[in-house]
């Protein structure tokens, strides 16, 4: 009995330990301090830390990261306006509507809000049984996170995310004390990052790659490749609950009670993609829940997969991604259809 005592003791004493380390790490700002795992999160850190305030911040996937161009958004703001204009991307790769929140809610914690929040949301990051959940717990996830999350650790997958996401306060010290012990390299690094402001996927004047370029041969291997792939990230056993609707919903009270204009767009892809990995019985679910969502909160949806004149082979990089030139072609109609209107409201386009 004593012996079970004094474990029990040791045991709490460890999980207070390991509480206490994340809330700190989190509480002087190395939440998102995984430089060697994930520059992307570290974009976040140089947002949080160098309180960067934009008018424009986009949150999302790799579709929106590579579809819109934040450097080529400003200059068409901008000249349109008579004034500058700021866009800021916090977007993370393979993210769905959970991770979304989850860097929302920190950002818009640490800067004044921006303007304008462009927040993607395709079919698959409302997937209940998304699979980069896990990583969510794992890599973006608070403590207090983790505790509400408890509801969703319906897998052994999940439950594994959520013990990394408890024990990353260590991991985050370890780093950051390795950072200063070894400055040079991460300092490097850090300050590309920090010029890049966010826009490390602003390709605007590469030359692009096409996907109307491959031979027959290669586009059957890439879209059975595609299939496959993005079927199991985000499309498995297709649901639209759990964590990811949650935190959509999430998102939708911040711009309330917060006070910024949300955008919901659907980015667009191929046909093939459509066809492969977003058949109709999934997109009419989707299209239900939007206009659901679109009468009890304040939000406007943009289903750029469609909405937009219409975009060619040779303007994708792949399947689900498009190229400089498409990026281009997108964050032109983005900034004048969809953003002017909004930055021209003297409510939202005036100055503080």
Known sequence: MQLSKRWALRIAGFLGTVTVVGGLTQAVGLKYWMPRSNNRSLNVYLYQREKIEPDVLIVGSSKILRGLVPTLIDTELSNRLGRKVKTYTVGQLGAGCYTNSIVLRDVLASNRPPKVVIFEVTPGALNANHNKVPNALRYYASIPDLIRAIPWLTDGERMSGAASGFFRGFANLALYGHHIAFPHGLTVGLERLLLWKGRMYGIANDPPERLSSLSPRQRKRMIRRTARLARALHMD??????????????????????????????????DDYRRLVFPDAVTDEYSRFMREAERSETFGFYDLDRGIPRLTDADFLDLGHLNSDGAQKLSRYVAADILLPMMSDREVGSSE
């Open 237 to 270: 056993r297709y649901r639209i609950g759990g964590a990811p609707e949650a935190g959509f919903y999430h998102s939708c009270r911040l711009a309330r009670s917060v006070g910024f204009r949300l955008v919901v767009i659907n980015p667009p892809v191929t």
